[in-house]
């Protein structure tokens, strides 16, 4: 596993999209769980798992701000019905 790290930088995260980082973050958990790791391991995995948790948090965050505007925008658009 320390070999799977080492071979993943951060930088490649970015190049994921939400559902390829969610389903590597889960690999993490389940390989956590699993246990047989070292505690380097164990480690390293981790951080990247909490790399990978927070770049989906960022998408996430970013899509509601878009779905938002476009709410906003959508309801703008629109004529009112007392007019």
Known sequence: ??????????DNIQDLNFEEAYSKLGEIVQSLENGGLTLLESTQIYER????????NHLLDDTKLRITEITQNNNHSRPHEDE
Request: proline share 0%; hydrophobic share 35%.
């Open 49 to 56: 798992g909490m790399v990978l948790a927070n770049y989906c």
């Open 1 to 10: 596993m320390a070999q799977y790290q080492t071979n993943q930088s951060e």
